[in-house]
């Protein structure tokens, strides 16, 4: 593939936002290496990249499978499902994400996952195999929801807000402020309300694409697809 066309950066992304695995901890130090590399993003990007980085190689897999579930799966407002926060659970969030499946596979892309359309790890993985602008303009799309779920990462604290603010950089657009307040303007209860949860969680979702029957395997190829040859040692040995 084209170097053009396999943006490790973005594969990189899209790895560190999907759900933590031992596969992941090992290749920390070459992906730590892919994002302290990237000319794209500014000093201060990079370096607030690291923690991060840090967290996912060293702390404990269970308390990180845990910290996952509770910011992306239990807090809604934080949802990685990008048109979550556009569309909620309107009709206009079923026809936006048909539209974007077929951007997909008239790209050739089959996400071979589970998870949403709009979900950010899989919009990720593609961009990073299509042309530079391309995936800069769709970025510029959404800058003011990654800007909005980003600032709510970051009053949590959280080492994953460096990602959103380096994907806003990335777009080469500043995120639309009105934009982003509306998204912030609505709720965002605590992962530790089970109630409030509840009552958001209420709706039922579509799921769309096959069904992969086991584990992730999305992210075990997205890290053997990425160029440096010793991420490869990061398949499980059943491949």
Same mark, same amino acid.
């Given at each position: 593939?084209?170097?053009?066309?396999?943006?490790?950066?973005?594969?990189?992304?899209?790895?560190?936002?999907?759900?933590?695995?031992?596969?992941?901890?090992?290749?920390?130090?070459?992906?730590?290496?892919?994002?302290?590399?990237?000319?794209?993003?500014? &000093?201060? @990007?990079?370096?607030? $990249?690291?923690?991060?980085? %840090?967290? =996912? !190689?060293? #702390?404990?897999?269970?308390?990180?499978?845990?910290?996952?579930?509770?910011?992306?799966?239990?807090?809604?407002?934080?949802?990685?499902?990008?048109?979550?926060?556009?569309?909620?659970?309107?009709?206009?969030?079923?026809?936006?994400?048909?539209?974007?499946?077929?951007?997909?596979?008239?790209?050739?892309?089959?996400?071979?996952?589970?998870?949403?359309?709009?979900?950010?790890?899989?919009?990720?993985?593609?961009?990073?195999?299509?042309?530079?602008?391309?995936?800069?303009?769709?970025? &510029?799309? @959404?800058?003011?929801? $990654?800007?909005?779920?980003? %600032?709510? =990462? !970051?009053? #949590?604290?959280?080492?994953?807000?460096?990602?959103?603010?380096?994907?806003?950089?990335?777009?080469?657009?500043?995120?639309?402020?009105?934009?982003?307040?509306?998204?912030?303007?609505?709720?965002?209860?605590?992962?530790?309300?089970?109630?409030?949860?509840?009552?958001?969680?209420?709706?039922?979702?579509?799921?769309?694409?096959?069904?992969?029957?086991?584990?992730?395997?999305?992210?075990?190829?997205?890290?053997?697809?990425?160029?440096?040859?010793?991420?490869?040692?990061?398949?499980? &040995?059943?491949?």
């Amino acid at each position: 593939m084209d170097h053009q066309l396999n943006d490790r950066t973005l594969k990189a992304f899209s790895v560190l936002l999907s759900y933590p695995t031992q596969e992941l901890q090992q290749a920390m130090p070459e992906i730590g290496g892919v994002l302290a590399s990237e000319t794209r993003l500014t &000093a201060a @990007a990079r370096r607030d $990249l690291r923690p991060l980085i %840090e967290e =996912l !190689g060293a #702390r404990d897999i269970y308390a990180l499978e845990e910290d996952y579930v509770m910011l992306f799966d239990r807090s809604r407002s934080l949802s990685l499902n990008l048109f979550e926060h556009v569309h909620g659970e309107s009709r206009d969030r079923g026809g936006a994400m048909v539209d974007l499946l077929e951007t997909y596979r008239a790209a050739g892309f089959e996400p071979a996952t589970t998870e949403l359309p709009d979900h950010l790890p899989v919009l990720l993985e593609f961009l990073a195999a299509r042309p530079p602008e391309e995936a800069r303009d769709m970025l &510029a799309d @959404a800058a003011h929801i $990654l800007a909005a779920v980003g %600032e709510r =990462l !970051g009053k #949590r604290e959280s080492a994953y807000a460096a990602i959103f603010t380096a994907l806003v950089q990335m777009s080469g657009e500043m995120a639309d402020e009105e934009a982003v307040a509306e998204i912030l303007a609505r709720p965002d209860p605590s992962p530790d309300d089970l109630e409030e949860i509840d009552k958001i969680w209420e709706e039922t979702e579509v799921t769309f694409g096959p069904d992969p029957n086991t584990g992730c395997p999305q992210v075990r190829d997205m890290l053997a697809q990425m160029d440096p040859p010793k991420l490869r040692h990061a398949k499980t &040995a059943a491949e």
